[in-house]
């Protein structure tokens, strides 16, 4: 049985390229209501924003 009054989540895995994206993104992860969950550096250029968003089912 599936509990219907729990909220359905949204979640994903960005990539940026470089710290002026990753800011831009992240600006606009927030303002589409998502959580940031962590941002992974593996030290060669990129970041990784992993995210989620709850939403009223």
């Given at each position: 049985?599936?509990?219907?009054?729990?909220?359905?989540?949204?979640a994903g895995v960005y990539t940026?390229?470089?710290?002026?994206?990753?800011?831009?993104?992240?600006?606009?992860?927030?303002?589409?209501?998502?959580?940031?969950?962590?941002?992974?550096?593996p030290q060669n250029g990129d970041?990784?924003?992993?995210a989620q968003k709850e939403t009223?089912?």
């Amino acid at each position: 049985m599936t509990d219907t009054t729990a909220p359905e989540r949204e979640a994903g895995v960005y990539t940026a390229r470089g710290v002026h994206e990753l800011q831009t993104m992240v600006s606009w992860l927030a303002v589409e209501g998502f959580r940031i969950v962590t941002v992974i550096d593996p030290q060669n250029g990129d970041y990784y924003v992993v995210a989620q968003k709850e939403t009223k089912a």
